[in-house]
T-cell receptor, first 113, second 107 residues
Framework: GAVVSQHPSWVICKSGTSVKIECRSL??????MFWYRQFPKQSLMLMAT?????????EQGVEKDKFLINHASLTLSTLTVTSAHPEDSSFYIC?????????FGPGTRLTVT | KNEVEQSPQNLTAQEGEFITINCSYS?????LHWLQQHPGGGIVSLFM???GKKKHGRLIATINIQEKHSSLHITASHPRDSAVYIC?????????FGTGTSLTVIP
């Protein structure tokens, strides 16, 4: 079946640095990918919708200059957390639309020290 | 008020029991998803429904569009079913997520 991968699965970085998270659809082309974040013991929160070849659409309250999203191809979207702060520590998940279904990546756990 | 409400929030069951998790929503949807999240955080999409009923192994998902309600059933529950189950709805423009049901199946 369709698979979505994320890389890295976990990352630790220092405050002020930038971190890039990749989301790939492995066996299908995804014109739309979604990025979510999840704080401990809370549900998923949609951050942005990423369409191939166009600018991402950000949800209210999500800083687009801080969370840079690039969807350069039909199989890859990237989320870059710029100038990371400890409060950015979270679980970041992507999903992709393919074969009329939504497929979720395994997530990336980001810890900012 | 949340667009998606799940019940119960927490559920403990004995191995072998039949389990039902409920999801009610208040928005018009194009599809409803049931997701499973294991303690490590990874998410697996169990079902995507727009009508009727789907079955996969011991899992059954139903949806009633008129009543804006969906249920996830687990037959013959097993400790490996222990996870958080999340209901999510897609309005076509946006996803809304329930807060999840934490299921623990005791051997």
């Amino acid at each position: 079946g369709a698979v979505v991968s994320q890389h890295p699965s976990w990352v630790i970085c220092k405050s002020g640095t930038s971190v890039k998270i990749e989301c790939r659809s492995l066996d299908f082309q995804a014109t739309t990918m979604f990025w979510y974040r999840q704080f401990p013991k809370q549900s998923l929160m949609l951050m942005a919708t990423s369409n191939e070849g166009s600018k991402a659409t950000y949800e209210q309250g999500v800083e687009k200059d801080k969370f840079l999203i690039n969807h350069a191809s039909l199989t890859l979207s990237t989320l870059t957390v710029t100038s990371a702060h400890p409060e950015d520590s979270s679980f970041y998940i992507c999903s992709a639309t393919g074969h009329y279904e939504q497929y979720f990546g395994p997530g990336t756990r980001l810890t900012v020290t | 008020k949340n667009e998606v409400e799940q019940s119960p929030q927490n559920l403990t069951a004995q191995e072998g029991e039949f389990i039902t998790i409920n999801c009610s929503y208040s928005v018009g949807i194009s599809a409803l998803h049931w997701l499973q999240q294991h303690p490590g955080g990874g998410i697996v999409s169990l079902f995507m429904l727009s009508s009727g009923k789907k079955k996969h192994g011991r899992l059954i998902a139903t949806i009633n569009i008129q009543e804006k309600h969906s249920s996830l059933h687990i037959t013959a529950s097993h400790p490996r079913d222990s996870a958080v189950y999340i209901c999510a709805v897609n309005t076509g423009n946006q996803f809304y997520f329930g807060t999840g049901t934490s299921l623990t199946v005791i051997p």
